[in-house]
């Protein structure tokens, strides 16, 4: 009875001093109390249309010479070693490191050119996703990934008794500039489970409920 004693009061001991160390470290960390907004390490790049002002990492593999960090200018261009007023606004990384590519191979032999965008400064809106129409909070949120319909419909606190949920639209931005709408059928998800419609949000992306006819 005595060991099981003492081991009671070392473990209640142990868990104490473990709490006071996870409150120490949370007070001390420099993030605590705040929500970081937007991690552009985390951003999937690929459908990322490129803006105005966003920095942008040209690599040009065993070229370093040629290899540059530069902002996109007003105008929407970059320019770099070799090739003149690139147009990058409305591209994506993999697009513009395609015609980056085109133009050195005018200069040298068989260039392999990466693009990455390391300063994401024209996403505040092309990072959120919204939600109008029949639903009880219209919001404007920031994307996070994974986040799908289902999402963005709790984000809204729910549709309203005047939703013809299943007529819900799905607008989206594509490469070339056109916008693509995608019928949801919102009702089905939220009262039947059926999940065949709760696609994945892309940044950018509009969802509208329409209000029934009575």
């Known amino acids: 009875m005595l060991r099981s004693s003492i081991f009671k009061v070392v473990l209640q001991c142990l868990v104490v001093v473990s709490m006071l160390v996870s409150q120490f470290a949370a007070a001390e960390s420099p993030m605590a109390g705040k929500q970081k907004f937007f991690d552009s390490s985390q951003f999937y790049q690929g459908d990322y249309l490129i803006g105005v002002d966003d920095v942008i990492e040209v690599s040009v593999w065993r ?3 040629l290899s540059v960090s530069v902002p996109v200018r007003p105008d929407g261009k970059i320019s770099t070693p070799l090739v003149k007023d690139v147009m990058a606004a409305g591209k994506t990384p993999k697009e513009l490191a395609d015609i980056v590519t085109d133009q050195l191979a005018k200069y040298i032999r068989d ?3 990466s693009i990455i965008v390391t300063g994401l400064n024209s996403h505040e809106y ?30 809204a606190g729910g549709v309203s008794e005047f939703a013809s949920a299943n007529r819900t ?5 594509t490469p070339d500039g056109k916008t693509k709408s995608i019928r949801i059928k919102l009702d089905d998800i939220l009262k ?3 999940l065949d ?14 209000e029934g006819i009575f």
């Open 63 to 65: 070229n370093p010479d």
């Open 192 to 194: 039947k489970g059926k």
């Open 111 to 113: 260039p392999q050119v």
């Open 126 to 155: 092309v990072s959120r996703v919204r939600v109008t129409g029949a639903v009880n909070a219209p919001a404007s949120v920031p994307h996070r990934m994974g986040m799908t319909v289902l999402d963005i419909i709790l984000a």
């Open 197 to 210: 419609t709760n696609v994945l949000l892309q940044p950018g992306d509009v969802l509208t409920v329409p």
């Open 169 to 173: 639209t799905l607008y989206r931005r």
